[in-house]
């Protein structure tokens, strides 16, 4: 049963006036009771909604890279949008593996790709690279979109120097299992169209354009341990690498021969 209580008196005789003035403060106090009580309400309706938006933004970077969850997280979904942006696109996959994954157990397959993709992979996001796919063995990544950076290029080639590199110390641990596995990484810059592709529940953040296959055959050209960029790359890094330039190539579709060049290191 509700039980009433008193929140003031007056003895008597009553003093209308004081009377009012204790009136008006009951109200008061009242509505102000209401207004905070609503105010609660109101902030934990708030907070259960950032709450939800956290969710929302981890369960987001399971499936994209850190810079595009969070750059849908600030900006909506209109990021996602086509546009038209100068990019640079990383191309890299493992030589021999074809042969590997015809010969190995199911099981060893998937423990070189697991320790692959958990070798490499973080190393993407440090360097602001967007991951567009993965191909079995091999990743494409671009970079300068959804957030731009101010050397695109360069990141590029400081992820594709510390990707052979830690490849390099996995492939030493690989052959030692029988598995003659190499990475092989070409780059490539130019403008494509990037945005969201797919079908409704099923889409995915990419880039489409004439620099992301060119990239593709780059890398398809590069021995395992070697990496292959497009004169474009190497005119935007020069100076910070060292590099030597190998013949020009034809690729089928292309009407002229691309200077390629090989980095060897970065400049100490």
């Known amino acids: 049963m509700h039980q009433a209580r008193a929140e003031d008196y007056l003895p008597k005789p009553f003093d209308p006036v004081l009377l009012h003035a204790r009136l008006g403060a009951c109200q008061?106090?009242?509505r102000m009771t209401d207004e905070l009580r609503d105010l609660n309400e109101h902030l934990g309706e708030r907070v259960d909604e950032k709450v939800r938006e956290v969710e929302r933004l981890t369960m987001l970077r399971r499936f994209v890279s850190p810079q595009l969850a969070e750059a849908i997280a600030s900006g909506g979904e209109s990021i996602l949008a086509s546009h038209r942006r100068e990019i640079t696109v990383l191309f890299c996959d493992l030589r021999g593996f074809t042969s590997f994954s015809e010969t190995a157990e199911p099981e060893e397959v998937m423990d070189v790709l697991r320790e692959f993709h958990n070798a490499v992979g973080p190393m993407i996001f440090e360097h602001e690279g967007t991951i567009a796919q993965f191909t079995g063995d091999g990743m494409l990544v671009f970079f300068n979109d959804p957030v731009q950076l101010a050397d695109p290029s360069w990141n590029a080639v400081q992820l594709a120097i510390a990707m052979r590199q830690r490849t390099g110390e996995l492939s030493t641990a690989w052959r030692r299992r029988g598995h003659d596995l190499t990475l092989g990484i070409g780059i490539a810059g130019g403008f494509a169209t990037c945005g969201e592709i797919g079908f409704e529940g099923r889409t995915e953040y990419t880039a489409i354009g004439t620099v992301?296959?060119?990239?593709?055959?780059?890398?398809?050209?590069?021995?395992?341990?070697q990496i292959l960029v497009t004169n474009?790359?190497?005119v935007a890094v020069e100076e910070r690498v060292e590099a030597r330039a190998l013949d020009d190539v034809e690729f089928k579709g292309l009407s002229r021969p691309i200077p390629i060049c090989e980095v060897v290191s970065l400049v100490r």
Do not use: S
Request: aromatic letters at 0%; glycine letters at 10%.
């Open 232 to 234: 474009r790359v190497h």
């Open 28 to 30: 008061d106090k009242k």
């Open 212 to 225: 992301v296959n060119l990239a593709a055959r780059v890398c398809a050209i590069a021995p395992g341990g």
